[in-house]
Structures are given as structure tokens and as C-alpha cells.
């Protein structure tokens, strides 16, 4: 099989003044997960790190204005598809139920469709997604790229979030929820201010996965009740495009009603 070559792996779209949304639009659909910048005062967040096929932190600094401030790297959860390059950064936040899974990955490690067991294969099915090729990625970073050189490398985290922390920028300021289901140590991050919400993998707008290992239907039915509560405008998930509350809402009542069934 011989893959085309990327022009470039990784993607930026400037959302707002502060924000900045980064894909691998090279990865399968199923593992494209969005990366967002949010530029603050004081310090700047990297919240997920995609896979970690090539380097991200030189890509995150040509982005931001001031590439000497603190960036503080904060992991939603500890998927191959949102931490792969969190060695890359010195301050590396994770819920602390998921610390030990970031420290030392066990999940899914590798590009290579025969390394995924065929359960999790027939979950990210039946969840919607196209079938996976031979491998995760659809083009090469560079001529010459080894897939089988890749593995999920991790890190150990330097400080925890959990529910009620928050995670403060100078202008703006982030409460920490827990929002377990899709994993148990799922975490999303509030603005008040601005009604805004970085839901990761607990919401997004695509086929939600509840049915892998370490997933809980009975959690994720409280994450949704907590989310139902929550004064948000804006969403933007873990994956794909971002969404308003009234959709959310749409997302919410879809997944209990088939949970119902
Ligand atoms: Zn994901
Ligand atoms: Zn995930």
C-alpha cells in the first residue's frame, strides 16, 4: 500500500481572538480529534495533542503571539487521539483517574488496524464510523515515514484537575468538570463568562463511542443531566464541528432515547 504525501499534517482555523482550532485531517475520521489553542494574558492552554505522528509543539508556538509564554497542556482524557504529543509539553494537567493511563498508555498505542482488538473495531462500527484501513492515518507526514515507528508514548502528569479546580489563564478562567462515560476521568472545561464549554469526547457532534472498555452508559447519563444544567452557548467537542445549546440538547436527547431502547 503506498500512501500520498501530506503538505502539511497539521491544520489551524482561528475560531476567535483567543482561540485556535488544530486538526490532523490526515488521521481517520475516527481518531481526528480537535486540539484547541486558547491564548490568555498570562498563559496559554493547549487543551488535547492529537496523535503525536510528528511534533505539535512547533506548530503550536508558530501559532501563538507570544511563543516565550507558559503554555499549560491540559488533557480532556487519555485516548491515543488527545494525548499523543503531551510529552512535548512541561506543565501536563489529567484528571486523576485517568493519571496512571497517561503516565504509561495501555489502550490503543499504534496506527496499525491489526493491533485494535475486533470488539473495539466492531464498537467504532456500530457507533457509525466508516470502516479503518490497513492503518490510521490516510497520507504520510513526509516521504520516507515509517508507520511501525510510531508508539504512543505519554507522560506523567504534573498536576491533576478534577471537578471544582479550574484552570486560569490571567483573562480568562475555566472551570474543571468531571464528565466520565466515554472514559472515567473525562474532564471538560466551562467558561461562566462567555457561556463556552470544551465538552471533549463527553459531547461532540458525530457518533458518540460509550460502548469501549473502561466506558460506563450509567455514568454517561449523569455527565448528559449535568450538561443539561449547564448555562452554555457554545460547544466545542473533542471532535468535529463545534455546536450551540439547542443542538446540544438534539445530541443528548438522541443518545438517552437509544440508551432507552
Ligand atoms: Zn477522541
Ligand atoms: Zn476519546
Known sequence: MTLPVAAAWYQATRVDDATTLIIEPHIHVLEQANMWLVEGRDRDMILDTGMGVVPLRPFIDSLRRDPEKPIICVSSHTHIDHIGAVHEFETRLVHPLEADEMAAPSGLRTLFRRDMPEALLQTFLDAGYPPIGELLIEALPYAGYDPSGYLLQGAPATGLLKEGDSVDLGDRRYAVLHLPG??????????????????????????????????????????????????????????????????????????????AG
Do not use: C, Q
Open 182 to 259: 466515554h472514559s472515567p476521568g473525562g474532564i471538560g472545561l466551562f467558561e461562566a463568562a462567555t457561556g463556552t464549554l470544551f465538552a471533549a469526547d463527553a459531547i461532540y457532534d458525530g457518533p458518540l463511542i460509550y460502548a469501549g472498555p473502561s466506558m460506563s452508559i450509567a455514568a454517561y447519563r449523569k455527565t448528559f443531566a449535568k450538561l443539561r444544567a449547564l448555562p452554555v452557548n457554545l460547544v466545542h467537542g473533542g471532535h468535529d464541528p463545534s455546536f450551540d445549546r439547542d443542538r446540544m440538547l438534539e445530541i443528548i436527547d438522541h443518545y438517552e432515547r437509544l440508551w
